[in-house]
């Protein structure tokens, strides 16, 4: 005689297939309109943030932030690299300076 112990005794069904393959496919479904609407509303925020940022970006401010980024490249001027310090010249005076070396 053999002592074989069931976890459920006398339960011998099998999961019914209707309700099985019912339930995966809305699981699916479901896990597909989801991926769906954050992929939608992921764009909706970017093209929000391109408007604002490039579309809707004054003329004005782009102007003065290009003056100033000329300003810096015109004008030699010292930067600090963690502890070394580095002199940034003009590209005239840069080239000036190699033709006057060699």
């Given at each position: 005689?053999?002592?074989i112990v069931e976890?459920?005794?006398n339960d011998h069904e099998d999961p019914l297939a209707g309700p099985t393959w019912l339930i995966s496919i809305l699981g699916a479904v479901l896990l597909i309109v989801t991926v769906l609407g954050l992929i939608a509303l992921y764009n909706t925020v970017w093209d929000a943030e391109e408007d604002l940022k490039i579309v809707e970006a004054d003329?004005?401010?782009v102007q003065d932030m290009m003056k100033a980024q000329h300003l810096r490249l015109e004008i030699p001027h010292q930067v600090r690299y963690e502890e070394e310090v580095a002199t940034v010249l003009p590209i005239e005076d840069a080239m000036r300076l190699i033709a006057e070396e060699y």
């Open positions: 005689m053999s002592d976890h459920n005794p003329a004005q401010e």
